[in-house]
């Protein structure tokens, strides 16, 4: 994936909520990125699968572990972005406090 500046991201996520708030419904981008994160989450579960089993050798088991440390960071980042879209939209909401673990 690549990095997105945060100012942008930020005018990126006011603006998909502007769009959801007037349809109703989840945009493109949150559903693709949804969808990403769900692909990069099954890859990764079938590369820690893969590590457990034994059968890689030393090489294979660094090329494994760096692409799921690799897919690890990609799908953190989009459950940042995802938590910053949840803050917005709470905004209606001052008193209450949103928390989340990653």
């Given amino acids: 994936m690549k990095e997105i ?4 991201n930020l005018k990126q996520v006011n603006k998909s ?3 959801s708030n007037q349809t109703g419904q989840q945009e493109p981008e949150a559903k693709a990125q949804t969808k ?3 692909a990069q989450m099954r ?4 590369i820690v699968a893969k590590l457990e089993s034994g059968e ?3 090489e ?6 760096e692409r799921g ?13 995802m938590e910053e879209r ?9 008193e209450r406090e949103v928390e989340f673990e990653i």
């Avoid at 949840?86 to 001052?94: G, S």
Wanted: aromatic share 6%.
């Fill in 69 to 81: 440390h690799a897919i690890s960071q990609d799908c953190h980042k989009i459950l940042q972005e």
């Fill in 86 to 94: 949840i803050r917005l939209l709470d905004l209606d909401n001052p």
């Fill in 43 to 46: 890859e990764l579960e079938k």
């Fill in 56 to 58: 890689l050798n030393l």
């Fill in 5 to 8: 500046d945060l100012e942008q």
């Fill in 36 to 38: 990403d994160f769900e």
């Fill in 17 to 19: 909520s502007a769009e």
């Fill in 60 to 65: 294979d088991s660094i090329k494994y572990f």
